[in-house]
Every structure is written in C-alpha cells, then in structure tokens.
C-alpha cells in the first residue's frame, strides 16, 4: 500500500517555474514506477511524465525540454520541476504510483496508487 501527497501547485505567469513534489508513504517505495499527471477541465486526464523504479524516464511530446520528473527514493519523493510554463499547462496535476517491473504505456488504468492532486494555473 502506497499514500502519496502532492503539493507545491499553485498561481504562475506564463514562462515562470513551478516545483511539484509527491511525498509517499510505504517502505518499498523505490520498487515503484512514478508517474505525474493531469487533468485539464473537460479533459482525460493524460500523462506528464514518469520515472521507472530503475531509473528510465518518460515525457509527454507536449512537455519535453521544460518539464523535469527526479526521484529521491531515501527521502520517498518524488519531484516534476516545471520550467517555461505555458497556458495549456494549467490542470490539476496528480501524482501516481505503478507496481509493474517493466513499463511501456502510461495510461491512468496502469498506475495503483493517486494522490489527491495539486491545482496548477498558468496565467498569461
């Protein structure tokens, strides 16, 4: 069983920087596939980007080259550094933990475990 708590969302103009982070409870945590997520209102909710239990990571196209995933397994966090935020980055953004060994999609269905979400809004 996992529990993850995300904060460090909140108000940022376009082209400005936002740290998320995702605090897990649980003492297998480094045995996990992470992964961020967001829902825009009147979207799926779709995938950020992820970090394997290995160490391979995964961004969206949307986000590549301004979003960063880390993960600090002696501190059971995980982090998405957002850097040169644009108006469609605004969603809730949630964190979420997968028990596969391997990966190869990034689909909500995939991952256990969710946070409760964290609002990030991106003004211009």
């Known amino acids: 069983q996992v529990q993850l708590v995300e904060s460090g969302g909140g108000l940022v103009q376009a082209g400005g920087s936002l740290r998320l982070s995702c605090a897990a409870s649980?003492?297998?945590?480094?045995?996990?596939?992470l992964g961020w997520f967001r829902q825009a209102p009147g979207k799926e909710r779709e995938v950020v980007a992820a970090?394997?239990?290995?160490?391979?990571?995964y961004y969206a196209d949307s986000v590549k080259g301004r979003f960063t995933i880390s993960r600090d397994n002696g501190k059971n966090r995980v982090y998405l550094q957002m850097d040169s935020l644009k108006r469609e980055d605004t969603a809730v953004y949630y964190c979420?933990?997968?028990?596969?060994?391997?990966?190869?999609?990034?689909?909500?269905?995939?991952?256990?475990?969710w946070g409760q979400g964290t609002q990030v809004t991106v003004s211009s």
């Open positions: 970090v394997h239990w290995a160490g391979a990571t």
């Open positions: 649980g003492r297998t945590f480094s045995n996990y596939n």
């Open positions: 979420a933990a997968d028990q596969r060994r391997g990966w190869g999609t990034f689909y909500p269905s995939d991952y256990d475990y």
